[in-house]
């Protein structure tokens, strides 16, 4: 006798749940990571954690919201100074310092979205830049910040951290590995909400979108707003762990724009999972040919331009349309089984 079937919808699979397992498992053993590995491993996995944060960002900008900006840099830069600014002028400690830089962040994204949100298409990602170049110009005059030279982070501040140099570089590695957590999940949940919905039916059909009653302007802006907050919280630990700020490093495009958009391109945009396969890719080939000296950029554009012609939604879009998987699934999907399942 066949036993008819029935439907249900769901967002999970084996294969999410398989994934949330072996998600935690992981993070056990990466907060373990400075109680075995060497300090340059410790070093290494801190910096793709904050790469991997700020490609998440990125992505959420321009893979899901549609806005392309190439001025990322500015709340890197932007998170870096309010820590130095805040914890020399107003004496906070530079977790309480990094935690109001990223309220900054979304104060000043506002300002800045209305202005830039006037702009459509290349003429937004030219325009994101030259609001970078604004930052930048504009701290390289604040003589109490070093000017156009730089400042370091006083002694007495770096210690406020931590009293050893070992527990200093243990608490970045983990506040970057925290960071990259609360990104990643902030960035899931909020795909996974009401606006990230009205969000992923923007991307694919803004007029449709649109027909809806979904407000576009109002959902891009709500975007703008939380990726420039994160970013500058990002940009504040990326400094704390430098412990010195100059205006050409701070809002450096290649550093922490051009890279991430590599990182994003190449794992593949709008997919949560691209950005970490990215990663992992720009690093290994970063560590492969770190003998070769700024060649290696050669290289990594030849990669990228090979990536882009045989796998146009990137590495992880091409596995995902070939093999159908989905590590974080955002949407809902109807299965079949029987009632004596």
């Given at each position: ?12 699979s084996r294969l999410s749940r398989l994934v949330s397992v072996i998600t935690v498992l992981a993070l056990i053993l990466l907060i373990s990571v400075p109680l075995w590995a060497g300090r340059a491993d410790t070093r290494l996995l801190g910096e793709m954690f904050l ?95 070093g000017g156009g030279s730089g400042s370091s982070l006083p002694v007495a501040i770096v210690k406020s951290l931590a009293s050893s140099r070992q527990m200093r570089e243990w608490a970045s590695y983990w506040l970057a590995l925290g960071l990259v957590v609360l990104v ?158």
């Open positions: 006798m066949n036993i008819p079937l029935k439907y249900h919808v769901t967002r999970s790469y991997l944060a700020l490609a998440s960002l990125w992505n959420l900008l321009a893979g899901y919201a549609g806005l392309v900006s190439i001025g990322q840099q500015a709340f890197v830069g932007l998170g870096g100074y309010m820590l130095f600014a805040l914890t020399i002028f107003a004496g906070f400690h530079p977790l309480t310092a990094i935690a109001i830089s990223g309220v900054i962040g979304a104060i000043i994204a506002m300002p800045v979205g209305i202005l830039i949100f006037r702009l459509r298409g290349a003429y937004f990602a030219i325009g994101t830049w030259v609001i970078a170049e604004v930052f930048r110009l504009s701290f390289a005059q604040i003589q109490s910040l990643i999940g902030a960035v899931y949940l909020f795909l996974r909400s009401r606006q990230g919905l009205a969000l992923m039916a923007l991307r694919d059909n803004e007029l449709a979108a649109s027909s809806l009653g979904i407000d576009i302007w109002k959902t891009k802006f709500i975007v703008y707003i939380v990726t420039g907050a994160l970013t500058t919280l990002v940009g504040g630990l990326i400094f704390l762990q430098k412990l010195r700020i100059s205006p050409d490093a701070a809002f450096a495009v290649n550093d922490w724009t051009a890279f991430v958009i590599f990182i994003v391109v190449i794992g593949g945009i709008g997919t949560l999972e691209g950005p970490i396969i990215g990663t992992l890719v720009f690093f290994a080939l970063r560590e492969l040919l770190a003998d070769l000296g700024t060649a290696y950029l050669i290289v990594l554009g030849l990669f990228a331009i090979f990536v882009m012609l045989r796998a146009p939604q990137g590495v992880w879009g091409f596995m995902k349309s070939k093999f159908h998987i989905y590590l974080f699934p955002l949407n809902y999907k109807v299965e079949p089984f029987r009632e004596d399942d």
